[in-house]
C-alpha cells in the first residue's frame, strides 16, 4: 500500500459538486484513489506516515483533464503542405493516401509521442479513435503505447466500409469488410474492455463517420456495442457538407440520422457537431448523448463554430477533444480550454464576453469529459476519486501578474505544461519530465516515421 501526500497547493481546484477552490491545498492519495482533500495543516496529521510527499507551493493543484476525441497517428501527417488550406472532405483526401502507408510500428510510436504531448498539456484519460488499418494495423498497437506511458485509455475500434466506388469518400484501399470489421471489434472488447471502477482500459465501437461507412454497419455496431455494455464514438454534423451529405444520402439531418440508426443514448458521444440544429440538441440532452467538442480542428478546417453555450443550456455533456494532430495541429488540451473560451464569445455577433467563463471552460475539460465518456470515478478531486490530478507552477512568465485567480490564469493566459501529473495514483510527470518514457529517441523515431509518411518511402 502506497500513501503519497501533496501538499502546500497555491490554490487546490476540486471541481467538485460546490466548485471548491481551497488555499494552500492538499491531498492524501492511497495506492490509486483519493483519501482525502482540504487545507494543508488540517491533513498534515494523518499524512506522517506518508510513503512521498511532494510540496506544491506555488502550483495550482486540479483534476486531471479527459481527452474526448482524437486521431494520435496524424501526430505523423502534421502540417501537410497539401492538407494545410483545406477543407474537410478535400483534407481527407491529400491525407487517405498517405495514411494507406501507416504500419503498426508507427502506430505505437506516434500513440506515445500523442499520448506524451497531452500528458504534458494536462490530460490524464484520453480516447483515441482509431479507424483506418492498413499494412496488419491493429488496435493493441497503440494500447501497448498506454500501458508504456501510463495514461488512463478508452481507445475506440474505429472503421472505414465504403471506399469510393461505393460512394464513400475514402480510397477502396483503405477501407475494411463489415464482417471482419465487426470480428475484430469483438476480439478487443473481449481481450481488453475493462468495466471495473478505476479502470486503465475499456474499449469503445467506433466507424468513423456516416460518409464512409454503411447504415447497416452503423446499426450492427450500436447492437455489438450495447451486447457488451461498451459505448459508441462517431463524427457528426461536423461541417455544411457532411449535412448536406446526410440529407441527400439519407434524408435526414445528422441528429435524426443518428437516432434512426440506434445514435443516441447516455452510451454514444459524437464528435464535432458544429451544425447540430435546435432539435439535434434537445435530442442529445434528452437522450443524455454526448458531444467532443474540438474548437482547434473546428477552426483549422474552416468547419465553423458549435454551439457549445446553447448545449451546455440545454443539459448536454460537453467534453472537449484535441482531434487528430492533423487538423489540430496541437494536441495540447489547456489550449483547447482556452480556445473553447474564446471561441464562444465571437459565436454570434454582436459577441457575448460572457458566453464561457474560464471555470466552465475547465469545467468541460474534467467533468464534463468525464461524463461524455462515462466515467464516475474521474474528473473532481474528492474522496473515493481515482487519484488522477495535475498541477501547474505559477514561477512562469506567463503567469506574471495573474496570480489574484490563478485557476482562471491556466486558461487566459498562454497555455503551460504540467509540472506535475498523477494517473491512478501514479507520478507519470515529475518536475516537467515524464517519469516513464524516454521521450528524445521517441521523438527521433517519429520524426523519422514521418518523414517516411511525407516522401512516400
Ligand atoms: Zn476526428
Aim: charged residues 20%; contains cysteine.
Amino acid at each position: 500500500m502506497t500513501k503519497i501526500f501533496l501538499k502546500n497547493a497555491y490554490v487546490l481546484a476540486t471541481f467538485d459538486d460546490e466548485g471548491r477552490e481551497i488555499s494552500d491545498g492538499a491531498v492524501i492519495i492511497r495506492d490509486n484513489v483519493i483519501e482525502a482533500v482540504g487545507p494543508t495543516a488540517q491533513l498534515a496529521p494523518a499524512a506522517l506516515d506518508a510513503d512521498e510527499v511532494i510540496d506544491l507551493s506555488d502550483h495550482v493543484l486540479m483534476p486531471g483533464m479527459v481527452n474526448t476525441h482524437h486521431h494520435m497517428y496524424q501526430s505523423l501527417t502534421r502540417v501537410i503542405p497539401g492538407g494545410q488550406n483545406a477543407e474537410l472532405f478535400d483534407w481527407l483526401r491529400t491525407l487517405y493516401p498517405m495514411w494507406a502507408r501507416l504500419t503498426p510500428e508507427m502506430i505505437t510510436t506516434s500513440a506515445l509521442t500523442a499520448m506524451a504531448e497531452l500528458i504534458l498539456s494536462g490530460c490524464t484519460t484520453a480516447t483515441d479513435h482509431l479507424y483506418i488499418y492498413p499494412n496488419g494495423i491493429r488496435l493493441d498497437d497503440e494500447i501497448q503505447a498506454a500501458q508504456e506511458i501510463g495514461i488512463r485509455f478508452h481507445p475506440t475500434r474505429g472503421s472505414m466500409s465504403m471506399g469510393e466506388s461505393s460512394g464513400g469518400l475514402p480510397p477502396d484501399r483503405v477501407v475494411e469488410r463489415e464482417p471482419d470489421i465487426l470480428k475484430e471489434t469483438q476480439r478487443l472488447i473481449e481481450t481488453y474492455h475493462d468495466p471495473s471502477p478505476y479502470s486503465m482500459l475499456k474499449i469503445a465501437v467506433a466507424p468513423c463517420s456516416p460518409f464512409s461507412v454503411t447504415q447497416d454497419l452503423m446499426r450492427e455496431s450500436a447492437s455489438l456495442a450495447r451486447s457488451y455494455g461498451v459505448r459508441l464514438h462517431t463524427h457528426l454534423a461536423e461541417t455544411v457538407g457532411d449535412v448536406a451529405y446526410s440529407k441527400e444520402k439519407f434524408g435526414l439531418e445528422p441528429a435524426a440520422y443518428a437516432e434512426d440508426v440506434g445514435w443516441v443514448g447516455h452510451d454514444v458521444w459524437h464528435a464535432h457537431c458544429v451544425c447540430l440544429s435546435k432539435g439535434g440538441i434537445d435530442l442529445f440532452a434528452r437522450t443524455g448523448t454526448g458531444v467532443a467538442h474540438c474548437p482547434s480542428s473546428n477552426m483549422r478546417l474552416a468547419s465553423g463554430i458549435a454551439p457549445v453555450r446553447q448545449m451546455i443550456d440545454a443539459g448536454v455533456k460537453v467534453g472537449l477533444g484535441v482531434d487528430g494532430s492533423a487538423s489540430n495541429d496541437s494536441g495540447h488540451l489547456l489550449a483547447e480550454a482556452r480556445l473553447a473560451l474564446l471561441l464562444q464569445r465571437v459565436k454570434d455577433m454582436p459577441g457575448n464576453p460572457a458566453a464561457l467563463t474560464a471555470r466552465e471552460a475547465l469545467r468541460i475539460a474534467t467533468r464534463g469529459g468525464a461524463a461524455a465518456l462515462g466515467y464516475t470515478e474521474i474528473g473532481q478531486l474528492t474522496p473515493g476519486m481515482a487519484a488522477d490530478m495535475v498541477a501547474f507552477d505559477l514561477n512562469q512568465v506567463g503567469f506574471a501578474g495573474a496570480l489574484h485567480d490563478p485557476l482562471a490564469a491556466l486558461v487566459f493566459c498562454a497555455s503551460a505544461q504540467v509540472n506535475y501529473s498523477l494517473i491512478n495514483g501514479r507520478v507519470i510527470v515529475r518536475e516537467g519530465h515524464l517519469t516513464t518514457v524516454d521521450l528524445g529517441p521517441v521523438l527521433r523515431l517519429h520524426n523519422h516515421y514521418a518523414r517516411q509518411l511525407f516522401r512516400g518511402e
